[in-house]
T-cell receptor
Framework: SAVISQKPSRDICQRGTSLTIQCQVD?????MFWYRQQPGQSLTLIAT?????????ESGFVIDKFPISRPNLTFSTLTVSNMSPEDSSIYLC??????????FGPGTRLTVL | SQQGEEDPQALSIQEGENATMNCSYK?????LQWYRQNSGRGLVHLIL???NEREKHSGRLRVTLDTSKKSSSLLITASRAADTASYFC????????????WGAGTKLIIKP
């Protein structure tokens, strides 16, 4: 299994600013993913974080808005750029193993004013 | 964290047949969701059913929810090879911090 931590756990930000969320896994995972979850809504996959190369983004998400880094097998960051109130959400990272088992971080609750 | 239990853990059927997966949970929920995960990919949301709904359809998918039995089923009709994936249910607990509670998943293999 893998334990995933995220920070910050929550933040309140001003419109137009950017926030970088960090995700740390306690063991090497094959895949790392970033999701967004509106309260009471489903999880939406933002992108797959690829080690040492550009992330793979899902439809509707672009690198300029959500730049992602993954410098090694246990760490990734997601930046929410030029934030607006519509970006208020919970952002989760997850780590996946080769057997597709996934482990989720506790999430970062973002509020944009 | 996981509260859901899914059965079967693995299911292998012929293309064209229907596939049924079940999910049980323990506490009161706001809604229940089903996700699919293709090998090496992230989770993709399939369908959300609210606690006051009993059945929901989306294309070849049919989801039922029985809150008295705390269980849900996902039916995939006329299965295709592309349906081969792992399927997870997730519940949104009442009074939770909107954190989803996940089942262990059902691995579905569609044989051509």
């Amino acid at each position: 299994s893998a334990v995933i931590s995220q920070k910050p756990s929550r933040d309140i930000c001003q419109r137009g600013t950017s926030l970088t969320i960090q995700c740390q896994v306690d063991s090497q995972v094959t895949m790392m993913f970033w999701y967004r979850q509106q309260p009471g809504q489903s999880l939406t996959l933002i992108a797959t974080a690829n080690q040492g190369s550009e992330a793979t983004y899902e439809s509707g998400f672009v690198i300029d808005k959500f730049p992602i880094s993954r410098p090694n097998l246990t760490f990734s960051t997601l930046t929410v750029s030029n934030m607006s109130p519509e970006d208020s959400s919970i952002y989760l990272c997850s780590g996946g193993l080769r057997n597709n088992e996934q482990f989720f971080g506790p999430g970062t609750r973002l509020t944009v004013l | 964290s996981q509260q859901g239990e899914e059965d079967p853990q693995a299911l292998s059927i012929q293309e064209g047949e229907n596939a049924t997966m079940n999910c049980s949970y323990k506490t009161s929920i706001n809604n229940l969701q089903w996700y699919r995960q293709n090998s090496g990919r992230g989770l993709v949301h399939l369908i959300l059913i609210r606690s006051n709904e009993r059945e929901k359809h989306s294309g070849r998918l049919r989801v039922t929810l029985d809150t008295s039995k705390k269980s849900s089923s996902l039916l995939i009709t006329a299965s295709r090879a592309a349906d081969t994936a792992s399927y997870f249910c997730a519940t949104d607990e009442w009074d939770s911090n909107y954190q989803l509670i996940w089942g262990a998943g059902t691995k579905l293999i569609i044989k051509p």
